[in-house]
Nanobody, 125 residues
């Protein structure tokens, strides 16, 4: 199983980026896929998750209304559209997947079995 996160970069405050998590060795439709981020000196934190088999999407309060998680089953990817970016969104973003999570565990990064390598997002003027 491999997860490949991409799409990070440098963007000005108020700008947008689209992250992509490409999966091989698993079918994203049948896995819960989450996005997490980690800023220097801080704990890894939950950003968003999308449940398996057409399950609902969940967001951290800090990104609700600005970020959208979606699944593309044809390309076997899970994307994170990030709009109205703020400097505090600066972090390394990771995607993760798990086949058997329950909803109450979506926000807990230790529950995920598979992880991508991370992509840097920097929001700065």
């Amino acid at each position: 199983v491999q997860l490949q996160a991409s799409g990070g970069g440098l963007v000005q405050p108020g700008g947008a980026l689209r992250l992509s998590c490409a999966a091989s060795g698993l079918t994203v439709r049948t896995y819960t896929v989450g996005w997490f981020r980690q800023a220097p000196g801080k704990e890894r934190e939950f950003v968003a998750a999308i449940g398996r088999n057409g399950g609902a999407s969940y967001y951290a309060d800090s990104v609700k209304g600005r970020f959208t998680i979606s699944r593309n089953t044809a390309e076997n990817t899970v994307n994170l559209q990030m709009n109205s970016l703020k400097p505090e969104d600066t972090a390394v973003y990771y995607c993760a997947a798990d086949k058997s999570l329950i909803v109450s565990s979506y926000r807990d990064y230790v529950q995920y079995d598979y992880w991508g390598q991370g992509t840097q997002v920097t929001v700065s003027s």
